[in-house]
């Protein structure tokens, strides 16, 4: 690497550290006076590799359609013993369910959200709306034109995807709450079966 490539990455790193939102290439080229996006994430990747190479802390990451500045994974657990997640930070288990069902099936009924949780989600809506992890995205066609759910680039910040398309692959179908609890009943009626057979 020529002194030319090392002052390109530096001023990529210092952008980047500067930057309290991810940062798109083309963006990052005209604070760090490149020619284009395309050099940008050349001297991203290359960033990352000396980061990589001396066993750094940080790695420039590629999340909500921008680069963004953060710790390396395996230093997680460690940063968390220092500093415990506030607790506005943190989500119910009810919360996470719908918003894990809004991820996954966006853009999404209130009524479809419900039939999978079983539960009505009117005040999960509203605190995921609160805290911009989801948005209205639009009307259903439906009577009432009903609003559709979708997430916002706040929820890939906060889940450090890139896009949504990179959420982990979900195998199985959703079973709603009724299917589940048959599943439950025919379990149960099944082990009773066979403590009566023993």
Known sequence: MNEQDRKEVARVEAVLFLMKEPCPSRKLAALADLPDGARARALVKELNARYERVGGAFRAVEVAGGYQLRTAPEFAPWLFRLQEAP??????????????????????????????????CGEMLRQL????????VGRSEELGRPFLYGTTKKFLLA?????????????????????????????????AQKAQEK
Not at 91 to 116: D, F, G, K
Not at 169 to 182: C, F, S, V
């Open 87 to 120: 607790s506005e930070a943190r989500l119910a288990n009810s919360a996470m369910e719908t918003l894990a069902i809004i991820a996954y099936e966006q853009p999404v009924l209130r009524a479809t959200i419900e039939r999978i949780r079983g539960v009505h």
């Open 129 to 136: 709306l609160e805290r911009d992890l989801i948005k209205i």
């Open 159 to 191: 889940f450090g995807l890139a896009k949504i398309e990179d959420l982990p692959y979900r195998e199985y179908a959703w079973a709603t709450a009724d299917e589940a609890k048959e599943i439950v009943e025919e379990i149960v009626e099944y082990d």
